[in-house]
């Protein structure tokens, strides 16, 4: 049985997915996916990943490239040298010194 913060799925660098994704789980993204991502764990998106798309997740991890709009319950963390264009709505966030951020950002309380 996997541990709460095991990796369960990886879409490595190379590999490209497009449509709606939805996991439990912790996923780590590294390839390019455009269309949406649905999880109510963790989703983790490595550096030279490429994201277009609406992204709904407890917590959101980002060191890579995400255009779209971002709705979190717990947290999202931008971590340098992430790029980031779009919207976000969590009740915390966290951004990088030397993040790139283009957007808005909708604090909301923990339900």
Do not use: Q
Not at 4 to 21: M, P, V, Y
Not at 28 to 37: D, E, K, M, T
Not at 68 to 81: D, N
């Amino acid at each position: 049985m996997a541990k709460k913060n095991d990796i369960c799925a990886i879409i490595e660098e190379g590999c490209k997915f497009e449509g709606n994704l939805s996991f439990s789980g912790t996923v780590r993204i590294a390839g390019y996916v455009n269309g949406s991502i649905f999880s109510n764990d963790t989703l983790i998106i490595s550096e030279g990943a490429v994201i277009n798309a609406d992204i709904n997740a407890n917590i959101v991890i980002i060191s890579g490239s995400v255009k779209g709009t971002i709705k979190a319950s717990s947290r999202v963390e931008i971590r340098r040298p992430a790029r980031f264009e779009g919207t976000v709505t969590s009740p915390s966030l966290i951004v990088e010194e030397g993040v790139i951020f283009h957007g808005i950002t909708k604090m909301k309380d923990k339900k």
